[in-house]
T-cell receptor, first 110, second 115 residues
Framework: QQQVKQSPQSLIVQKGGISIINCAYE??????FPWYQQFPGKGPALLIA?????SEKKEGRFTISFNKSAKQFSLHIMDSQPGDSATYFC?????????FGTGTSLTVIP | NAGVMQNPRHLVRRRGQEARLRCSPM?????VYWYRQLPEEGLKFMVY????????ESGMPKERFSAEFPKEGPSILRIQQVVRGDSAAYFC?????????????FGQGTRLTVV
């Protein structure tokens, strides 16, 4: 059972464009929603995270939008750069256990 | 994060052999989590351990898989009698004594190939 559904599976964006990745969850007990960035051959690294008491969090070019009523959250990468090309995972956690989405492979073309 | 050390980085085993994956947490961290990443899939939680204790093993397959985190030394994920379906990347994460996974950092993973 997929607790967190992520889309799209892959995304190609022109340099300078906006990359948008969406996630949806079912369990309302989740209380922490991080995004991880993973480069080939590396482990996931925490990128940005949000708690359900806020609707938006911005860190540099990265923004999380959170819609509690719809049980959805999304990652926006503004002014996308070729160095942003990686796989992005959303996750939802409750206590010590994370549930990850299936990942989005982002390619930013120059 | 380079602070969490996993070895080996790559492991090849024949069907029926045993695989041992090691994870040394970041300095000062006493909580370890193991995740499995199958091709084209996200990361799936396997087990959460503290020193000498298994806290949550709800994601571990019932047979052939075991994990430990001894008082001294790294955490070990052991897979007995490996099968082709065990081929995956196995990631370890660690967090400090507060135990909140929000502060967890991942290692670079061990890629297991069963031939």
């Amino acid at each position: 059972q997929q607790q967190v559904k992520q889309s799209p599976q892959s995304l190609i964006v022109q340099k300078g464009g906006i990359s948008i990745i969406n996630c949806a969850y079912e369990n309302t007990a989740f209380d922490y929603f991080p995004w991880y960035q993973q480069f080939p051959g590396k482990g996931p690294a925490l990128l940005i995270a949000i708690r359900p008491d806020v609707s938006e969090k911005k860190e540099g070019r990265f923004t999380i939008s959170f819609n509690k009523s719809a049980k959805q959250f999304s990652l926006h990468i503004m002014d996308s750069q070729p160095g942003d090309s990686a796989t992005y995972f959303c996750a939802a956690s409750k206590g010590n256990q994370f549930y990850f989405g299936t990942g989005t492979s982002l390619t930013v073309i120059p | 994060n380079a602070g969490v050390m996993q070895n080996p980085r790559h492991l090849v085993r024949r069907r029926g052999q045993e695989a041992r994956l090691r994870c040394s947490p970041m300095k000062g961290h006493s909580h370890v989590y193991w995740y499995r990443q199958l091709p084209e899939e996200g990361l799936k939680f396997m087990v959460y351990l503290q020193k000498e204790n298994i806290i949550d093993e709800s994601g571990m397959p019932k047979e052939r898989f075991s994990a430990e985190f001894p008082k001294e030394g790294p955490s070990i994920l052991r897979i007995q009698q490996v099968v082709r379906g065990d081929s995956a990347a196995y990631f370890c994460a660690s967090s400090p004594p507060s135990g909140r996974n929000t502060e967890a950092f991942f290692g670079q993973g061990t890629r297991l190939t069963v031939v």
